[in-house]
C-alpha cells in the first residue's frame, strides 16, 4: 500500500480532486461543517487543499490555512472504507511539514466534543487547550487542539569591531 498526499495545485488535473473533495465534503458535513465550494477553489489557488491517495486512488483531504505564527487545519477527512491505517496522519503529517517550514509556533483546529476524531488529534500529540461553546441549535461543545512546534532560535551575532 502506497500513500500519497498531495497539493491540488501539484496536480495535473486538479478538478477531479475538487470534484472529489466537493462530493466527500458533502457526506462529511456534520463532521467537518460546510464550506461554499468557491472556499474550495480559493485554498486550492493558495495551495492550501491537500489530498491524500492510496495506490493511486484518492481517499481524503484536508484544508488548512497560511504557516502563520498558527497554521489552522480547517477540515480533515478520510473515507470511511479506509480510516484507520495513517492516511489521516501522514496528511497532518504533511500539514506539519508546511507549518514547520513557514516557521510557525503552532497547529490549530476545532473538533466537537462528540467526535471519534478527538481521539486521533490526541493520538497525535495534539493538545486539547480549551472547551468553547458550539452552536445554539446543537448544543455541542468545540474542543480547541493545539499542537506546539520547535521554534527555531535566531542568533544575533555581535559585532565586536
Ligand atoms: C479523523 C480522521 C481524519 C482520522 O483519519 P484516519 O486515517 O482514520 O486516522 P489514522 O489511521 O491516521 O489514525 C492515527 C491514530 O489516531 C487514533 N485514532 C484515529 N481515529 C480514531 C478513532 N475513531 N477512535 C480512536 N482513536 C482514533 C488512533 O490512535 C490511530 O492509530 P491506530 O489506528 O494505530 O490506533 C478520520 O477518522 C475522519 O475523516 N473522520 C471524519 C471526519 C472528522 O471527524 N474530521 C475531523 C474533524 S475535527
Known amino acids: 500500500m502506497t500513500i ?3 497539493r491540488t495545485s501539484d496536480l495535473t488535473h486538479p478538478r477531479l480532486a475538487i470534484d472529489y473533495i466537493l462530493h466527500q465534503a458533502k457526506r462529511g458535513t456534520d463532521a467537518i461543517g460546510f464550506l461554499p465550494t468557491a472556499k474550495y ?22 484544508l488548512h490555512g497560511p504557516a502563520r505564527d498558527e497554521t ?6 478520510i473515507e470511511e472504507s479506509c480510516r484507520r491505517v495513517e492516511h489521516g ?32 488529534w490526541d493520538a497525535l500529540g495534539f ?8 452552536g445554539a441549535r446543537r448544543g455541542r ?15 544575533k551575532h555581535q559585532d565586536r569591531s
Do not use: M
Open 4 to 6: 500519497t498526499v498531495q
Open 89 to 120: 496522519r501522514a496528511l497532518i503529517e504533511r500539514i506539519r511539514t508546511i507549518a514547520c517550514a513557514g516557521r510557525s509556533l503552532r497547529i490549530a483546529l476545532r473538533c466537537a466534543d462528540d467526535l471519534p476524531a478527538c481521539a486521533f
Open 41 to 62: 477553489w480559493d485554498l486550492h489557488h493558495r495551495n492550501r487543499l491537500l489530498v491524500v491517495s492510496r495506490d493511486g486512488q484518492l481517499v481524503g483531504f484536508a
Open 127 to 134: 493538545t486539547l487547550v480549551r472547551k468553547e461553546e458550539g
Open 141 to 155: 461543545k468545540i474542543n480547541r487542539f493545539e499542537l506546539r512546534l520547535p521554534s527555531v532560535k535566531i542568533v
Open 72 to 77: 489552522k487545519i480547517y477540515q480533515a477527512w
